[in-house]
């Protein structure tokens, strides 16, 4: 999960390393998803993957 919420910034290339870690913990709580970052996204609910997207 954390890893599919980090590509965006990535791929952008303007941020380093500390600044996407934090983004992507930043957005991953606004959601309640802290818990699942480690998670792969098929262990993951219909309703949690969709707050994945939205992050």
Do not use: M, W
Not at 5 to 29: N, P
Not at 31 to 53: E, F, M, N, T
């Amino acid at each position: 999960v954390y890893d599919n919420v980090a590509f965006a910034l990535r791929i952008h290339g303007r941020h380093t390393r500390a600044q996407i870690d934090a983004r992507v913990r930043e957005c991953l709580a606004l959601v309640g998803l802290s818990d699942k970052a480690d998670s792969y996204p098929a262990r993951l609910s219909g309703g949690q993957k969709q707050r994945v997207a939205i992050a």
